[in-house]
């Protein structure tokens, strides 16, 4: 069989091996692509010689590094978001606007469709609650979705459709919020939200109905063409249903799965997996299952987390929304399967469970090299950080947030808090591989956002850094969103790095982020996403 013949792929730089912790090599002028591998790198004049009749891909004054992995993201649930009102700060900027969004909406739809907006942010947008919108939909049943994806607020019409009345009891796991009069406000926290949502092949009363199959297949081609312009090669999404999976297989079938994609089924669906003889590591490196998502407590944004001490509030130390006796009893069974478990835990009282839950299944059930997760981590100390090396769990905290949110952090959870939360600096300097993570939509998709907001610590809008000691270089940041997010699907041997033996996955940038102003970082230019040595995006 001929010899494939390569392509010489040469830029002004290439970030081959930001961050390594082995000893640094200087970085190729040229990479030396076959297929989808990488299968030489050095000086240009080398490779032309070794290759003589290879084709140059000469990106002139632009850097190249290692394709950008967001190891946790949830491209399910934006499937349906793409279909849905677009209420961020961003799109609406005020409730007049957002109310007004909704009361065109409303006006085109029909009678008893729900009528759906997500990424709704409080906090930079403002208040809106039950009696704003049956102002705008005294009939026509609206939910609204916040950003951090563990609330909403639904009308007078949805609570009526879904059968919450007044003196209907608080789910376990989640809440019914109301006015200080008493009156339900419209507001579902946590499981009250979750254990109404729908999916697209159920019907009824008594569920928020979900979009048909085909929707979220063009919902989802939709969103990987997004992401692959910001520079994305990789993702993992953290919340996987077998319809989802059927989804992205269909994307996949039609020419649209131009990313790598790792998944984390829902614990709920763990039995289906089970009885196929499903688990870790299943699929392609286009298109995998890497583990099982369990969940214990609230969101950052949402201010549900589980916290050891209380938030502003005196009275309040967040949301336990799976009991301990369950969370232990999950993560046995996945343990003891084989399989990777990733549990999201915000606050350090929650991380502190799982730790327990991980410690107790690993001394009396060993699977040595069985690495998991926790999702999100986001408020740790000393003891966590031992813990968490000594089990060689992996860390995979929001990237974003800082930049996201800024000083409302600070007034959420206090400046000594903010210290000790994201804490990539720490997660490094303890041995703790820690991954790069969005959480989109409730961060902002954009890697470099991410990269920007980890060297800075400081608020887009607002100008103010939070936890300043958690700040790393440019090239650690890389290697977050790149090696660290790797190893949190088990694929650090082929992805993440450019050199021989790794996937030809890389993104073209007009400058480079490791030399520039790290407050530049988030506005560089992506020209060109690779996949396996194919352009996905090009500008």
């Known amino acids: 069989m001929e010899e494939r013949t390569p392509t010489i792929v040469r830029a002004k730089a290439i970030a081959a091996q930001a961050g390594s912790a082995s000893a640094p090599k200087p970085d190729p002028e040229a990479l030396a692509v076959t297929g989808e591998m990488i299968t030489a790198t050095g000086a240009l004049s080398e490779l032309r010689d070794r290759f003589p009749r290879a084709e140059v891909l000469d990106f002139g004054d632009s850097t190249i590094i290692p394709g950008l992995n967001d190891a946790h993201i949830h491209l399910a649930m934006t499937a349906g978001d793409a279909l849905h009102l677009d209420l961020s700060h961003a799109a609406v900027g005020t409730v007049p606007a957002l109310l007004d969004t909704i009361a065109a909406e409303v006006s085109a739809t029909s009678a008893g469709v729900w009528v759906k907006g997500s990424r709704y942010d409080d906090e930079k947008t403002g208040i809106i609650l039950r009696d704003d919108l049956d102002r705008i939909a005294p009939e026509t049943p609206v939910v609204v979705s916040h950003v951090a994806g563990h609330w909403g607020v639904v009308n007078s019409a949805g609570l009526r459709w879904l059968g919450i009345e007044e003196s209907s009891p608080d789910p376990d796991g989640g809440r019914y919020d109301r006015y200080s009069d008493g009156r339900l406000n419209g507001k579902l926290i946590e499981r009250a939200l979750m254990n109404v949502l729908m999916p697209a092949t159920a019907r009824g009363e008594r569920f928020i109905t979900g979009d048909t199959v085909e929707d979220l297949q063009l919902g989802a081609a939709r969103t990987i063409a997004q992401w692959n312009a910001a520079g994305l090669t990789s993702i993992c999404d953290a919340l996987i249903s077998p319809q989802d999976i059927s989804i992205l297989s269909a994307v996949r079938d039609a020419g649209d799965l131009s990313m790598r994609i790792g998944m984390l089924l829902s614990i709920d669906h763990y039995d289906k997996a089970v009885d196929l003889g499903v688990g870790s590591g299943f699929g392609d490196d286009r298109l995998k299952l890497i583990g099982v998502k369990a969940f214990l407590d609230g969101a950052i944004g949402g201010r549900t987390c589980l916290l050891s001490e209380p938030f502003t509030d005196p009275n309040y130390q967040g949301v336990q929304t799976t009991s301990t006796e369950e969370l232990r009893a999950n993560v046995e069974r996945v343990h003891t399967d084989g399989n990777r478990v990733g549990v999201h835990a915000n606050g350090d009282a929650a ?165 520039i102003d790290p407050h530049g970082i988030a506005d560089i230019d992506v020209r060109a996403t690779y996949v396996g040595g194919d352009a996905v995006y090009s500008a």
């Open 351 to 515: 991380i502190r469970l799982v730790l327990d839950a991980l410690e107790d299944v690993a001394a009396r059930i060993p699977r040595p090299g069985l690495r998991h997760r926790i999702e999100h981590c986001s408020l740790i100390d000393d003891d966590i950080l031992k813990r968490m090396h000594r089990l060689g769990a992996i860390a995979v905290p929001f990237a974003g947030y800082p930049g996201y949110h800024g000083g409302a952090l600070n007034s959420w959870y206090g400046e000594e808090r903010m210290g000790r939360m994201f804490a990539h600096r720490a997660f490094l300097d303890a041995g703790v591989t820690v991954a790069g993570s969005s959480d989109y939509p409730c961060g902002p998709y954009q890697p470099l956002s991410g990269l920007q907001s980890l060297v800075t610590r400081t608020g887009v809008d607002d100008g103010i850094t939070v936890g300043a000691s958690q700040k790393v270089t440019a090239a650690e940041a890389l290697s977050i969103f790149t090696l660290g997010s790797a190893e949190a699907s088990g694929e650090e041997s082929y992805k993440g790095r450019l050199a021989p033996g790794y996937l030809a996955d890389f993104t073209v940038l007009g400058d480079n982020p490791l030399t």
